[in-house]
């Protein structure tokens, strides 16, 4: 039964942090459009603030979840096939990307949206949505390992 719980959050965790990332690249960046760019910063700086609240939640339980997988159900690295290799790879990489977007340009657009800088705080939310695709093509490819490596 734990092995199947672990699974669960595993997946569901997982789902919730590539999801997102999906529906901020692909849905919401190009709706912004629309707002004026005092709009769009403000609206900008709520979503991730939000939304990496999700992830401070979603990573440690997708890694520890993949961790308890790891050696409480294949007993270890050695008994883990290809695709648990390169999912632990992967997310750790995304684990590593996400903190490099957390404690860098997401600082510095909260501290230009303190100030009133608008041309800082979307010079910083582009390099934000860099790191973001970055990571959103880093957990399609976790997916699509998870995926083949089930089943394959």
Same mark, same amino acid.
């Given at each position: 039964m734990l092995p199947n719980l672990l699974y669960a959050l595993? &997946?569901?965790?997982?789902?919730?942090? &590539?999801g997102g990332m999906a529906f901020?690249?692909?849905?919401? !960046?190009?709706?912004?459009a629309a707002l004026e760019p005092a709009q769009r910063m403000a609206l900008m700086g709520?979503?991730? !603030? !939000?939304?990496?609240l999700v992830v401070w939640h979603a990573m440690p339980i997708v890694l520890l979840s993949g961790y308890g997988l790891l050696f409480g159900y294949y007993g270890g690295f050695r008994g883990a096939g290809w695709h648990v290799h390169l999912m632990h790879l992967t997310g750790l990489l995304?684990?590593?990307v996400f903190l490099a977007i957390f404690f860098g340009p997401w600082k510095q657009m909260r501290a230009a949206l303190a100030a009133g800088d608008q041309a800082g705080a979307a010079a910083a939310n582009d390099r934000v949505r860099q790191l973001v695709t970055a990571n959103l093509l880093l957990g399609t490819l976790t997916v699509l390992v998870a995926a083949w490596g089930r089943l394959g």
């Open positions: 595993h &997946v569901l965790f997982a789902a919730l942090w &590539v901020a690249i692909l849905a919401l !960046r190009p709706s912004l709520g979503t991730h !603030r !939000r939304f990496f995304m684990a590593a």
